[in-house]
């Protein structure tokens, strides 16, 4: 039997444009996990998908084929980025992934950590599942993933505080101090694209279509206006929502 190399795997976007905006990003972003751990020699242990970093824990008899893995999921999810935003950024990712190897003894206590992490952020009530990690497939009779054996061991796993200084903190979902709430009069670049308005009003359009709660709906517009660079006029002029409300619901989003 092939001695197995045991990974977890970090990657980041950069502060003023979020790599997973909306449910949609992030759905995509698993369905690519998975896809390519069927079709290379790997296994798929977990997985933690959040608004600007995910992390992945995986397994391979050789180093080159983690590296293959992370270069077909990047690239994958780099060219539907680009074509559901109309970007045309060289890259979404602010550096290379980052690679922690583990002993198989540690398995069971990093799987447990990266599930547990949401509802020590408080993303999630501390009985409800986050949606976008891994825990959901440990439940499931067939798993998506390589869960069967992480289950196995989980039996005789012993908890512990932390893995590793690098696993996420809770300030992740909080408005990022390296972009700062929009102010009414704010300058936004490339203001005459029409092609950006285009692309930005379909997402405004998306994203009230799709969210059932003013605090999402504020938080995905939150995100757009950071992403595009938008004053909080052009954010309130291309949504249709007044710059007022906008204002308190982005307020209202910095004191959560």
């Keep these: ?9 970090e990657i980041r976007g950069y502060p003023s444009c979020y790599l997973f905006a909306c449910a949609d990003d992030k759905e995509q972003y698993i369905h690519l996990l998975v896809r390519y751990k069927n079709r290379l020699p790997a296994e798929l242990y977990a997985y933690l998908v959040l608004d600007n970093r995910a992390l992945i824990l995986i397994g391979a008899a050789e180093e080159r084929t983690i590296s293959e893995y992370m270069r077909r999921v990047s690239l ?3 060219r539907y980025f680009r074509k559901r935003y109309a970007m045309s950024a060289k890259t979404l990712f602010k550096k290379r992934y980052q690679k922690t190897f583990f002993s198989e003894k540690d398995l069971p206590r ?11 952020m408080r993303l999630v009530k501390p009985e409800q599942t986050y949606p976008y990690s891994s825990e959901g497939e440990y439940e499931k009779l067939q798993p998506l993933i390589d869960a069967m054996k992480i289950r196995r061991m989980m039996k005789y796993a012993q908890p512990r505080k932390m893995m590793h200084p690098k696993m996420p903190s809770r300030d992740l979902y909080r408005v990022s101090e390296e972009a700062p709430l929009l102010k009414a009069g704010d ?9 950006r308005d285009e692309a ?10 799709r969210c059932a709660s003013k605090k999402d709906m504020a938080k995905d517009l939150y995100r757009i206006g950071v992403r595009y660079d938008l004053s909080l006029r052009e954010l309130a002029k291309l949504s249709g929502v007044s710059r007022s409300t906008l204002s ?5 989003l910095k004191e959560c």
């Design 248 to 252: 308190r619901w982005f307020r209202k």
């Design 187 to 195: 300058s936004g670049r490339n203001s005459n694209n029409k092609a």
């Design 1 to 9: 039997m092939e001695k197995m190399l045991y990974c977890l795997l």
């Design 200 to 209: 930005v009003k379909n997402q405004i359009r998306a994203v009230m279509n």
């Design 110 to 120: 990093t799987v447990k950590y990266l599930h547990d992490s949401p509802r020590r």
């Design 76 to 78: 994958s999810y780099s």
